[in-house]
Structures are given as C-alpha cells and as structure tokens.
C-alpha cells in the first residue's frame, strides 16, 4: 500500500509483437526469472528490452553526506548495522545509479532532473550508459613481479586483459577493452564482463597472469599474491630509501644495501653516504653499476626481496675487496619494504657471518616497514559515453560533448567526480570506490551498465538541444530509493558552482 | 552474478528495508530501542536464505493446490499452501499468498523479542501486523486511486481487533491477475490469507468476454508466470457505471461468500474510484480534500 507509492521505472516498451517473442533468463536473484521481451521480471528491477537484460530499478537518490554515511550496509555485517543515516538537509543530487536505460538510447534518458544552485536552475541528465567500449585500470600496489609486461591476464582461463608498464610501487594492468568484450570468443567476452563487473562492484576477483603469478583484486584491498597478502607499499627504490634513512644507518652500520629489482642502493658509495663521510667499504655488487650507489638488475625480478628472484641476499654480493674492507664491518642489507632484512658481520676472511641484529639496527628496519603505505589494489572504470547515450541527453550529440569540452556541462558517474581523456569523445576514467556501492550493472551483448550524469546549467541544456519536455523537477522523485555515498569531500558535490567555467574569473 | 540480501534503515531512521530480487519489506517496530534494535537483528537474520528457501521449491509451488496432502517442506512454504488450499476448490497457486507468507514469517521472528509494542512487515502491500495488548492502533492508508497515493482514506486496526493481515492486490499491480479490479484490499486473521483473498477477488472483479479489456496468456508475458496459459488482464479500456457496477457485484459476492465462509474479515474493492465494502472495513473518515466524485462507499 503506502510503502509502494515508491516510482519505479517506466516498464520497458512493448515492442511490436514479433512471431516468436524471445525469453531470457535473468540470473540477479535465486528466482531465475524467464523474462518475455518487452516485461520484466517478477521483481521489476531487470528486464527484459529486445532481448538484453536491462536493469530498471527506482532511482537511486545520493544524498549530500558530510560526513561518511555507507548507509546500504552489507549483509549481516555486524559492525555497521544500524548506524543509519547521517544526512545533511536535502540537498539531494540524483545519480544514475538503476536509472535505467533504453538501449539504444533513441529517446530521452530515463531522467532529466532539475534542481537548483545557488539561484541558478541546473539541469541534470541521468542515464545509466550501457558501455561496449569500457574496461578498467588496475595499479596493484607491489614490488614483486606479476608478469611480465604485455603478458596476458586470464579470468577463468580467459583472456580479459594484459599487464603494463611498471609505475612507482606499483604494476599497472589494463583489462577488457572492446576487444577482449566483442572482439574474441563469445566466453572470452562474458568472462571478461564477469570479471569487470566484479572488480567495478569492488568484489575480489581472482587473475591469474601467464608465466606469472595468480593475484587476488579487490578495489581499496590489499592485493594478495600467489595467496601471499602483500601489506606495504615500498617507501620508495632502493637508493631513495638510502637517502631516506641514511642518517639513522650510518652511525650503526657500515654499509647498509637496500635490495631493490629496479634500483638497489648501497649506503657507502651513494651520495646521501658520501655527504655523511661512509668511509668505502670494498663491495662489489652484481648488476649494472648506474650511477655511484645504484645498481639495475642486481638479479632477476620474482617474489624474493624487494621484488627481485633472490631468497638470498648474499647472492647480489660478488666479494669484498681485501684493499678496502675490514673484518668486523657491519652490513645491513635489507628490502624496499622493511619486509626482507639480514645482517652481517665480516669475519677475519672477509666472509659475511649472518648475525643477530642489533637493537638499533631492528628499528631502523621496523622504520622502514612504518614508511610504507599500505598496499592497495585500485580499480578504475573507464568507459566511453559514445554516440548512442549522448542522444538521450540532447537531439544534437556531438553538442553534449562540446558542451563537456567548455565546461558547461559537469559530468559524474554515480554522483563521483571523473577524468575526461583529452581528445574526443567522452572518455571517462572513474574511481569505482568513490561511487556507490554495487553501482555497476551488465547486459549479456556483453557490456557494462555504469551510471552516468551530465549536470549544466538550464540555459545551457536547452542551447545543446536537450530535452526540455521531459525535465522534472527533483521534487518529484521524492519517494525514491536512496542511497548515500562514502564519499565525503565536498568538493566531490557535483552541483557546485567551481565545476563550470561560467563560474571562473577570466 | 546473482546478488545478496540486503538491509538498511531506511532516512527516517526507524523503519528497517529487507531487499532480495522480488522480495522488498519495509519493517518497522515500536517498543524501547533494544528491543526495536534486536527485534529488527532477528528479521535480518531471518531473512538471510529466505528466498533461496523458497526458490527450492518453487516448481512446487507454481503448481494449483489440490487435496489435502501439502506437498511441500519449508516452513513458509507449507504456509503459503495451507493459506492456499483454504480457497479450494477455486483454481490457486501456494504463490498467490507468498507475499503474505514472507511477511508473516519475518514478523514471527521479530516479535520473538518481548517488549514491542507493535510491529508491522510491508511486503510490497500484503502487510503482517504484530500488536501487543493494550497497543497503539495500526492506521494504514488504502489507495483508492493508483495516480493519487494520498487518497482517500485510513483503516485503523486496534489491538482487539482480530486482523492481523492486510493484503491488496489489483490488475494494476505487480502480480498479473486474471480481473480487472484497480485494487482490492482485504482485511484477515493473518497476511497469507489476506493475500490469497486479496488475489482472488481482484480476479473475481471481472466482466468476462467484455469487448475493452485486453487479455494475454499469463505465460507469454512471464514465461514462468503460475498462471500458465490463463488469459490476464493486461489493458482496461472505457467501461461505463454499469459495467463497473457489474463487475464489483461479481467481486463482492465472492468476497460476502468469503466472509460467510470465516476466510476474511472484510474487503475494500475499488474499480474506476467505484468503492465497495465487504464485512467489517475500519475505514476512517474520508479526509476533506477527497474528490467526492471518486469515492461511491
């Protein structure tokens, strides 16, 4: 009765009747509806639109939060059951998120909403795009080696992407892309829409990479590797750590070799050691001298120290020059991370003898362990709002882009600020972790559904052609479900005046 | 692919939502906070499993009842048929009172709490009422007119009051039905027979052969409709006062032989802002602003 004023989406349109109306089975629930064309299923949230399985459940409203709401809680979780709502006054924004879409996009998006800032009469168009062309950025936090670069990602055995370039601390991929989705087997497309769909709606997602390791990504999670969990980001290459912690090495020890597989660095002969007045020790590492200090390829990259092959670190060492050295000189060696770590004392050979670590020195290392970051894995949507979704929000397309290009038109996936690539087109990258929760949908073509908004100015949307007929006021959708977000900068809020340009001093 | 439970309060702070595919509920409790704070932690828990409990036996489920012997096991399963099988010989389905039967069995595990002082399960407008003695009345607005919610007025049920399910069904509605009812909402001892009730007048407002109403196979609009090949209603033309008159004769008979019968307690039925009352309807007094053109009691 009353609880069920709540609007729901339009149904999808029946089509004209065709001889043989094709079912689908919708797999979002246990139910397992068979959906005819043109109905939805018996929860009205999926339908079923010449044969694609749309989602076209209530809007989602986002609410303005100061402060962390998360207020969709997950099951049965304990810790942040009945916190509720922690809203603002009702300065509601509304997001895409089950909006519902009409694909191909050939009418006006599901909604076009006003509401108002600051005196002026803003408008915003709410789709949920369906992207063919999409796919997401992984940068797994991690020094030991996945992969090598180009090597292919697989997700049940299927290729869903390959690794990239090696970036600080880290080792990017690149997964789906429209060839991985339409461009191969028809399993090699699902598993790839399975495993975006899944990374997007920050669940785990086991890859495993040829010649190269099984990684377990989760967005805002701690990778975990070959089923290592790996804790900490590097604080930094080997030499950066030498110059970070020289000072509390070298009253200490007499050299101390951070063990990298980019760059390793020994205290005595890098700069930072110099300024300090490390007298040389005599080593000799292994690997292409770079400059004094730092070492490339002291080894081959693995899953030992400081993401290189080697268990042992004495291995990097080819000797100890007789000249220079002393016995009882005191070596550190240790990893990017503080997670490796061993230490040395010459013996009358020059023969470094594993010894137990003084107190000092075990500190220095836990300080290490304390400068690193945590290990994150981050998920990014990036997706294309092509031509089709553009004529939802206006009758002349290629206008909605300009209008993003002179930034008149703010645009958010999930109330989430986003990156615009350059270029043409609206390619968007997006943080899947700023957007609500399980705000990602698919269709079997394969291809994502990811909410998408496009805010301007009323003026504006009615100079690009927009559809001014189906404007409704925010008002109206009152009785909507919600949900708010984490996010909680506001300078996120998409309606804010520092958005456009029309707000910036010339 | 297939999503989780999920719950949360809802912005009022007070009234708890439980979300699994078809199934929403909109619970609220009222009684001291740990009271209300646990109660709504025991219809979390109990929700948890409770559509895969039911889809197991779905196939069962879909099928007329007939006879005696229930042929089916979970706990709100069996419910749903007995509920069912008290309409024999009429042609139903144990589905016609899922939706009561889900509300039932959450409230159940609610008010395993002591101390409530009331408590209701809204799913989806079939409704289980929890009221301790002595408690505050339930007031629950009915929808006489799908486009104006506010309309037109309240039934109250007081705590001596022998209802304790409130069901509303109608061709407008989420369910396919075989009538043409706008709604029809019934008053019972309890919500799964309330929803059985509800279905079935809903079908027995009707005007059989009537050249306005467009009728398809329930199966080639839901492949997996209960219903199989029965012809429902899927558009109401123009119908004259009489016709509308006919039709809620039919359905008000059927709901007198209802209550003659002890099945229900009483029913409001409402086609084209015609409606009829059946047996004892708690209905408050109109509001003011009600179109009196709509409401013909």
Redesign the interface.
């Known amino acids: ?5 709540a609007t729901t989406m339009p149904p999808a349109t029946p089509r004209p009747r065709r001889e043989k ?1 094709a ?1 689908i089975r919708c ?10 064309e043109g ?1 939805a ?5 999926y339908a079923n639109v010449e044969g694609v399985l749309t989602r076209v459940d209530p809007l989602v409203i986002l ?1 303005r939060t100061v402060q962390s709401g998360g ?6 979780d304990k810790e942040r ?5 922690i ?1 603002q006054p009702p300065a509601r924004f509304v997001t895409a998120v089950g909006a519902g879409t009409t694909y191909p996009d050939y009418k006006p998006a599901p909604f076009i909403v006003s509401s108002q800032m600051d005196g002026v009469d803003m408008v915003t168009v709410v789709t949920e795009g369906i992207f063919s062309y999409c796919g997401v950025k992984l940068k797994i936090d991690t020094d030991r080696h996945l992969g090598n670069e180009t090597a292919t990602v697989r997700y049940r055995g299927e290729p869903v992407g390959h690794v990239t370039t090696g970036e600080y601390g880290s080792q990017m991929m690149s997964l789906g892309g429209v060839h991985h989705l339409t461009g191969g087997s028809k399993k090699e497309g699902r598993a790839t829409c ?1 495993a975006l ?1 899944n990374l997007c709606n920050r669940q785990p997602v086991e890859l495993t990479i040829d010649d190269g390791v099984s990684i377990v990504v989760e967005a805002g999670k701690a990778p975990v590797i070959d089923g290592q969990r790996e804790e900490r980001m590097r604080v930094g290459c080997g030499s950066a750590a030498i110059g970070m912690f020289a000072q509390q090495w070298f009253r200490h020890v007499d050299e101390v070799v951070v063990v990298d597989d980019h760059i390793t660095g020994v205290l005595s002969e890098h700069q930072a050691g110099k300024l300090l007045d490390v007298p040389p020790t005599g080593i000799k590492i292994k690997g292409h001298k770079s400059t004094p200090g730092r070492y490339f390829r002291v080894a081959e990259p693995g899953q030992g120290w400081g993401g290189t092959n080697i268990e042992d670190p004495l291995t990097i060492i080819d000797r100890f020059d007789t000249k220079v050295a002393w016995p009882g000189l005191k070596m550190l060696m240790v990893s990017t991370t503080g997670d490796h770590s061993a230490y040395f004392v010459l013996d009358d050979d020059l023969n470094p003898v594993p010894t137990e670590m003084p107190e000092a020195v075990r500190d220095s290392v836990l300080r290490v362990q304390e400068n690193c970051e945590p290990a994150l894995c981050s998920v990014v949507f990036i997706g294309g709002a092509g031509g089709s979704l553009r004529a939802g929000v206006t009758e002349n397309p290629v206008k909605l882009t300009r209008s993003v290009r002179d930034m008149l038109t703010y645009v958010t996936s999930g109330g989430a600020a986003v990156y615009i690539w350059p270029g043409g087109g609206i390619t968007y990258m997006v943080d899947v972790t700023q957007m609500p929760e ?1 705000s990602f949908g ?1 269709v079997p073509t394969p291809a994502l559904v990811a909410p998408i908004e496009f805010t301007m100015r009323l003026g504006d949307y009615e100079a690009l052609g927009g559809h001014m007929a189906s404007i409704r006021p925010l008002e109206e959708l009152g009785g909507l479900g ?1 949900r708010t977000t984490r996010e909680a900068e506001q300078g996120h809020w998409p309606v804010l005046p520092h958005h456009f340009s029309w707000n910036r001093k010339t | 692919m297939s999503a989780g439970p999920h719950h949360r309060l809802l912005p009022d702070g007070h009234r708890l939502h439980l979300g699994h595919g078809p199934i929403d509920l909109i619970i609220q409790a009222d009684g001291p906070a740990d009271a209300v704070a646990m109660a709504y932690r025991h219809a979390v828990a109990r929700f948890d499993g409770l559509l895969e409990e039911l889809v197991s036996e779905l196939a069962l489920l879909r099928q007329p009842v007939r006879g005696s012997e229930c042929p089916v096991h979970g706990p709100i399963a069996r419910r749903m048929w007995q509920a069912a099988s008290r309409f024999q010989p009429a042609f139903v389905t144990p589905m016609a009172s899922v939706a009561g039967a889900v509300a039932e069995a959450v409230l159940a595990a609610l008010v395993q709490v002591p101390g409530l002082e009331r408590a209701s399960v809204n799913n989806g407008g079939d409704i289980a009422l929890y009221l301790a003695p002595g408690a505050r009345a339930w007031r629950l607005g009915v929808v006489v007119d799908p486009h104006d919610p506010a309309s037109p007025g309240a039934l109250q049920i007081e705590a001596d009051d022998p209802a304790r399910g409130v069901a509303t069904s109608g061709a407008k509605g989420r369910s396919h039905s075989l009538g043409i009812a706008d709604s029809v909402t019934v008053i019972a001892a309890d919500a799964p027979t309330a929803d059985v009730a509800a279905t079935l007048l809903a079908n027995a407002v009707d005007l059989p052969d009537h050249p306005a109403i467009e009728r398809e196979p329930a199966e080639a609009l839901s492949p997996d409709s209960d219903l199989g090949n029965c012809p429902v209603t899927v558009h109401v033309g123009a119908l004259n006062d009489d016709a509308v008159a006919t039709a809620l004769n039919a359905g008000e008979s059927a709901a007198e032989a209802m209550l003659a019968a002890d099945r229900i307690l009483g029913a409001v039925l409402v086609l084209r802002g015609m409606v009829r009352l059946v047996g004892a309807v708690p209905l408050m007094k109109p509001s003011e602003n009600t179109n009196g053109k709509l409401l013909h009691v």
């Open positions: 009765m009353t609880d069920e004023t109306p079912k797999d979002a629930c246990p139910v397992l509806c068979y959906i005819a109905r299923g018996a929860c009205d949230r609410d207020e969709l809680v997950s099951f049965l059951e009945w916190e509720g709502d809203v399975d769909l399980n698919y919600h």
